[in-house]
């Protein structure tokens, strides 16, 4: 069966990463490839974000991980993130995961989230009304208390870009 373009150019980004490994560490693979947000612009604007060094954390609905049965990462594996139009663009590690409701996310985590204004005001309003639209979606009436999957990760490798001064 053929891999389809988005998984063997994913394949393909992976590969190139691990040739910049010592030989001892190249027989691992990662998780998943995936996008951040949902859309092309949006997809895009996000993975602009990631490669600058702006937004360095996440989060996801854990209802929703679980409705779409989703496996669980863990601290430690990485990720091929995708571009608004399914290319790869980086190779990012999972740095830190914690469960939190949603009410318990902190400004730190705002500011990481990179997105808006960087604040927890901006974070709570834009990101409630994201998660709200998951749980109509399920059927499932959104809460402060909704339990989030909150990620911080690192970019590992970026090929083409030129680190920051």
């Not at 027989?27 to 602009?48: K, N, P, S």
């Not at 937004?55 to 989703?70: F, G, P």
Request: charged letters at 25%; glycine letters at 6%.
């Amino acid at each position: 069966m053929a891999k389809d373009p988005v998984t063997t150019a994913a394949d393909m980004m992976w590969h190139a990463y691990l040739e910049t490994l010592p030989t001892s560490m190249r027989q691992r693979t990662y998780f998943e490839a995936c996008q951040f947000g949902a859309g092309r612009v949006m997809a895009d604007q996000l993975a602009h974000l990631v490669l600058d060094g702006i937004k360095t954390a996440t989060s996801d609905l854990i209802w929703h991980m679980e409705w779409n049965q989703k496996p669980m990462w863990d601290v430690g594996d990485e990720h091929v993130l995708l571009d608004g139009s399914w290319r790869p663009v980086c190779v990012f590690r999972t740095t830190q995961l914690e469960t939190k409701r949603f009410c318990d996310v902190d400004a730190a985590f705002a500011y990481d989230y990179g997105e808006g204004t960087r604040t927890l005001v901006w974070w709570r309003e834009h990101v409630y009304a994201w998660y709200a639209s998951q749980c109509r979606e399920m059927g499932v009436e959104p809460t402060q208390e909704m339990p989030l999957l909150c990620e911080r990760f690192e970019v590992v490798y970026a090929p083409g870009r030129v680190a920051a001064i």
